[in-house]
């Protein structure tokens, strides 16, 4: 019997959650926010709502400080922290200061029962017309598209705003499911999403470059989008 799923600390449909609890052989399901560099940072807690899973990173663990600093980003201190990079001081310097906190490159808030949400990484943050906006946070609003399979945002130069977001989605191939053009991606979001955080350019892929754990590199799309934009 399986007693225990866990997710990770971004965040997933509330009703995902609901429907592993119903369907699948859990006892437990349990989310958690953690890094190579601190281990297990937050987890949840049994009787957690769904909306807490599917939203939240939970709460700190014994042991585990965690904070956000004045920029958003998650800070974390306690026995589990590192005690540095291997052979690169310099490295560990930029990574822990003085008081033993370790920033961790991800910008975070903590709701009012003191769970953390992971909101985006601070190095993916771009900036427009002065507010910040945050591409997992996005990305998460335009997966809601019934027609869109995978997402990726990045910002790019905009001459009036600074940076502007674009998207590189990745369409659902299955039957019944009409294509999209990019104005009507564009004309969608802007009911659901503050003006600042609706891309102003997507741009349809077969497939986003992923690296071997899994994850969209963001660099080679940013490289894609420069070329673009330099024509």
């Known amino acids: ?10 965040d997933i449909p509330v009703e995902l959650v609901r429907r592993i ?16 560099e601190a281990g297990n940072v937050t987890l949840s807690r ?47 310097a930029e990574a822990i200061d003085a008081d033993g906190w370790l920033h961790t490159g991800d910008l975070g808030e903590f709701t009012e029962s003191g769970r953390l949400r992971i909101v985006g990484r601070k190095k993916d943050m771009f900036i427009v017309g002065g507010f910040n906006a945050y591409p997992a946070e996005i990305e998460g609003f335009l997966l809601e598209h019934p027609a869109i399979a995978q997402v990726a945002v990045i910002g790019v ?21 009409a294509p999209i053009l990019a104005e009507d991606l564009i004309a969608w979001s802007r009911e659901r999403m503050a003006g600042y955080k609706v891309p102003r350019y997507v741009e349809f ?22 070329v673009i934009q330099a024509k």
């Open 46 to 92: 049994p009787g957690d709502s769904a909306e807490d899973v599917a939203t939240t990173a939970g709460l700190p663990c014994e042991g585990v400080e965690a904070r956000i600093a004045e920029d958003t980003e998650v800070l974390v201190r306690g026995y589990n922290v590192m005690q540095g990079y291997l052979d690169d001081p310099a490295a560990t």
């Open 157 to 177: 130069a905009d001459e009036r705003m600074g940076q502007v977001g674009k998207a590189f989605v990745v369409l659902r191939d299955e039957p019944g499911i």
């Open 21 to 36: 609890r119903e369907e699948l052989p859990f006892q437990t399901l349990m989310t958690g926010y953690g890094l190579t």
């Open 1 to 10: 019997t399986l007693r225990a799923g866990v997710t990770g600390a971004a």
């Open 205 to 226: 892929l077969d497939e986003l470059p992923l690296n071997a754990t899994g994850k969209v590199m963001k660099n080679e799309l940013e490289a894609r989008a420069a």
